[in-house]
Each structure stands twice: as structure tokens, then as C-alpha cells.
T-cell receptor, first 115, second 114 residues
Framework: AQTVTQSQPEMSVQEAETVTLSCTYD???????LFWYKQPPSRQMILVIR??????QNATENRFSVNFQKAAKSFSLKISDSQLGDTAMYFC????????????FGQGTRLTINP | GAGVSQSPSNKVTEKGKDVELRCDPI?????LYWYRQSLGQGLEFLIY????????KSGLPSDRFSAERTGGSVSTLTIQRTQQEDSAVYLC????????????FGPGTRLTVT
């Protein structure tokens, strides 16, 4: 079974700062996907960024980038130039490439961006 | 186009009553997923549908929980004889197929059992 661990329950930074959220996972699979989802107070889960395990290049989406270390089973999210609208719960998630496409989530990190 | 919708948005029920939660996936999406988000257990998978069949029901916590999907579209999650530990946010997601990596989530139903 796969497990995902987020060791930072809460983080808080000032607007415009850079923040890094940590995630580690455990799996025996070789091919898989990793995701970061954002959940604002509206409860709607929004996909922020994804990474395919077979790709060595780290994924980037505007101000969001990941540091994917496959051997270490680590998948951190970096948010640059943080904005007030980035305030939300952030979940790291794992999906097997084949088979049941269910997402396995970490416990989440509550991120607060202060003005 | 319209996203995933869920109803009701909030539901308060008395312990022992049955409840039905509804999910309308994005039109054309053949795969549909139910997750539960609770304080104690975090976000956990319940069940998924490919069309009208449910190949993986492994996450349903007890036989009080059941789900169905009709016409390859709307899905209903039913909880019988609700207990206080069933209080949670129930999230639904859909994807184009089960081979699609991206799941689109609805806003969830917050269930409170008193």
C-alpha cells in the first residue's frame, strides 16, 4: 500500500516570500503520478501541479514548482512570490499509473499568507 | 462548462437516520470517485465507478455505506443508520476515464450527525 506523509501541519509566511511545503511518500511502484492540490475555504480541491515519476525534470506551473527526488521519495512544493490568494490547505497526493486510479492523500499543510 | 456539482451542500441529520448524497460529474466523464474528508482520518478514498460499475469499493468503511451510479452520470452515496463518526465532508470527483490522471473535484457535502 502507498502512504503519503506531510510533516508540516501549518505554515505561515509574509506576502511575496517564498515557501516550501514538504511531502514524502512510500511505494513499491516504479511508475506513478504525484500531485499537489489546493483546498481553499470553499472546499473545492484544485489541482496545482503534477509530476510523472518517469520524468526527471521537475514540473513548473508559473509561481509553483516542485522538487522531485525519486530515490528519496520526496516531493516538495515551492511557491514563489506568495500571494494572499495562496492561503489554503495544500495536499500532496499519489496515484498509481495503472490499476485503480484513486488518489492517496497526505494529511495536508495549512498555509497562511500574511499581508 | 459546468464542473462537478454536489448536493446538498450541507446536511445535518440525527443519529440513526439514513442520508443520500448526490454527485453530478462533468458531462462526458466516465470515471467518478467518492472521497471522505474528516478530522481524524484526513482524506480517504471510498469508491470509484467506471461507467455504472464499481470495480473498487475497498474504501467503504462499513456495510452501512453504499453507492450507485445510473446512466453513467449521476451518483448517489447512501449512508444508513448514520453514526456520529460519519460526520465529515464527502467529496466527489470525476475524470474523463480511469486512465486519466486528472480528477476534477466538486465542492463537497458537509455531513453533520447529531
Amino acid at each position: 500500500a502507498q502512504t503519503v506523509t506531510q510533516s508540516q501541519p501549518e505554515m505561515s509566511v509574509q506576502e511575496a516570500e517564498t515557501v516550501t511545503l514538504s511531502c514524502t511518500y512510500d511505494t513499491s511502484e516504479n511508475n506513478y503520478y504525484l500531485f499537489w492540490y489546493k483546498q481553499p475555504p470553499s472546499r473545492q480541491m484544485i489541482l496545482v501541479i503534477r509530476q510523472e515519476a518517469y520524468k526527471q525534470q521537475n514540473a513548473t506551473e508559473n509561481r509553483f514548482s516542485v522538487n522531485f527526488q525519486k530515490a528519496a521519495k520526496s516531493f516538495s512544493l515551492k511557491i514563489s512570490d506568495s500571494q494572499l490568494g495562496d492561503t489554503a490547505m495544500y495536499f500532496c497526493a499519489f496515484m498509481k499509473e495503472r490499476g485503480a486510479q484513486k488518489l492517496v492523500f497526505g494529511q495536508g499543510t495549512r498555509l497562511t499568507i500574511n499581508p | 462548462g459546468a464542473g462537478v456539482s454536489q448536493s446538498p451542500s450541507n446536511k445535518v441529520t440525527e443519529k440513526g437516520k439514513d442520508v443520500e448524497l448526490r454527485c453530478d460529474p462533468i458531462s462526458g466523464h466516465t470515471a467518478l470517485y467518492w472521497y471522505r474528508q474528516s478530522l481524524g482520518q484526513g482524506l480517504e478514498f471510498l469508491i470509484y465507478f467506471q461507467g455504472n460499475s464499481a470495480p473498487d469499493k475497498s474504501g467503504l468503511p462499513s456495510d452501512r455505506f453504499s453507492a450507485e451510479r445510473t446512466g453513467g452520470s449521476v451518483s448517489t452515496l447512501t449512508i444508513q443508520r448514520t453514526q456520529q463518526e460519519d460526520s465529515a465532508v464527502y467529496l466527489c470527483a470525476s475524470s474523463l476515464t480511469t486512465n486519466s490522471y486528472e480528477q476534477y473535484f466538486g465542492p463537497g457535502t458537509r455531513l453533520t450527525v447529531t
